[in-house]
């Protein structure tokens, strides 16, 4: 099994510092011209791939970098499937706003939204992330090479999945900054780095 795991380009709310959860924000023209950079450094790494399965979260911006990358691959994108398992942690009533925001109109900072079993109003805890990814990875076609397209704090709980951590392991790995994917295989992740100035920080993800 070998999957390579692609965060979406950089939206227009990662520029603002707001948290997207389940709502979305368009790809900027830097976060386009990353899903370009992606998918030219994932068609010389997968040249010689015969059997390529390309999965997307159902969220625009993850759709979007799909596709632009399928296309620079030479994949034709109708065929990059959807998967609702790999949207990114639902934040709920947060989705939209900055921590100066949610720190006013809630009265939550950061410390205690990163913890593994708070729940956000009318969002999901951590917990439920980390079981949609287990549950995604038991559908990986062995036998293939995956493509995914998902969201930052989707991509820990999955390395973490893939790693059999536990809570606190898998709430320690990397940031999965722009500008870089994972390839999950034989049991390790490794972090191939494709454009070291698209780096972001925490408080951008989503």
Sequence with gaps: MSIYLVRHGETIWNTQKRLQGHLDSPLTLKGVGLAVTYGEALRDALSRADDLVLESSPLGRAWQTATAVAGVMGVEPGTVRLDTLLAEHDVGEFAGYTWPEIRTRYGIAPPTFHTWDYQPPSGEPRASVFARAKRWLATVDGDATTLVFTHGGFSRMLRG?????????????????????YVLSDGTVEAVVVDESARIDEARMG
């Design 161 to 181: 999945a893939y790693l059999g951590l536990g809570p606190e392991e898998t709430m320690a790995l990397d940031t999965h900054e722009h500008g870089r994917f």
